[in-house]
């Protein structure tokens, strides 16, 4: 497949500092009631960051990766940097907004944080709904959080990285029984690399081999392993990646089809047109109309 590098062309918003530490790396916000959220966000756009929030009421719609979620009180939506999300309108919150970076992650304290599934996100989740008992723990926790975030000191940051490993694995242990998956073997963590490169290099690497050569293994190994853990070719999974991509930039920008086709690598939009429609029955012409119809 020939291939041409681009910038993806969706905004990505960056983390703001925060506004009581000036932290470049991690935030909380407790609401009660406000509008948060700047106009901007009524675009399809990326954050620079994780988020998590916590909702004790709240209302109105919003979109992750073109599946719609209407919002509902007692639950908790958590996003990666990586996923695109769209609000329909502002609308009033009450509860508490969790922010952090990857480079807080990168620090060694946080090592443990990097590898819980609610990070990890093996199953593109964004929604945990929480009992009344998950309710109370999670709005304990994120109080400690809050009172820590506002007692600087030479311990606010172990403090910080303590309480949040907490919380963050009680919401693992949630994940893991609302998107079921047992602990992975030595072949599924293969797998789960494997698709975290394809994450990290799917605009510029449209090759197997490729991967195999990051990995470290052969391209065959690797076409066997990923085939018997997950049912599908190692080639799949990458034209997958790309597919998600292209009906992401077609719903939601009005970037010309020639445009997406370089932003996702492709060295010729006939390329890419074919490659659509190979993967999806339908060319992105058609599909854009298909689904923006769909979604009027």
Request: hydrophobic letters at 40%; proline letters at 7%.
């Amino acid at each position: 497949m020939q291939t041409l590098t681009s910038r993806p062309p969706v905004p990505i918003y960056p983390f703001e500092p925060d506004e009581l530490t000036g932290s470049s790396f991690f935030s909380i916000v407790r609401s009660e009631g406000e509008l948060p959220y700047e106009a901007d966000v009524l675009l399809p756009h990326r954050k620079a960051y994780y988020m998590l929030v916590f909702t004790k009421h709240t209302r109105g719609r919003h979109w992750v990766d073109a599946v719609p979620y209407v919002r509902q009180d007692h639950a908790l939506y958590f996003s990666s940097p990586s996923q695109m999300l769209v609000k329909e309108e502002p609308t009033p919150f009450w509860g508490t907004r969790l922010q952090f970076t990857n480079e807080f992650l990168a620090l060694q304290q946080n090592a443990a944080l990097r590898h819980l599934p609610l990070i990890q996100n093996p199953h593109h989740g964004h929604e945990l709904l929480l009992t009344p008992a998950d309710e109370a723990i999670v709005d304990d926790l994120l109080a400690k959080l809050e009172a820590e975030h506002q007692r600087p000191g030479e311990w606010q940051h172990q403090m910080l990285s303590a309480y949040l490993l907490v919380l963050l694995t009680y919401l693992s242990r949630l994940y893991t029984e609302q998107f079921p998956g047992g602990e992975p073997s030595a072949d599924q963590r293969l797998l789960k690399a494997y698709q975290a490169h394809i994450e990290d290099n799917f605009r510029e690497l449209h090759e197997v081999g490729a991967y195999a050569e990051l990995l470290h293994i052969s391209a065959g190994h690797l076409s066997e392993v990923v085939k018997a853990q997950s049912g599908k070719s190692a080639i799949k999974h990458l034209h997958e990646r790309l597919v998600l991509e292209a009906k992401r930039l077609l719903f939601y920008t009005p970037q010309a089809l020639k445009e997406i086709a370089f932003d996702l690598g492709f060295s010729e939009p006939s390329y890419f047109n074919r490659f659509f429609k190979r993967e999806t029955g339908l060319t992105p012409a058609e599909y854009r109309a298909s689904i923006r119809k769909m979604y009027q």
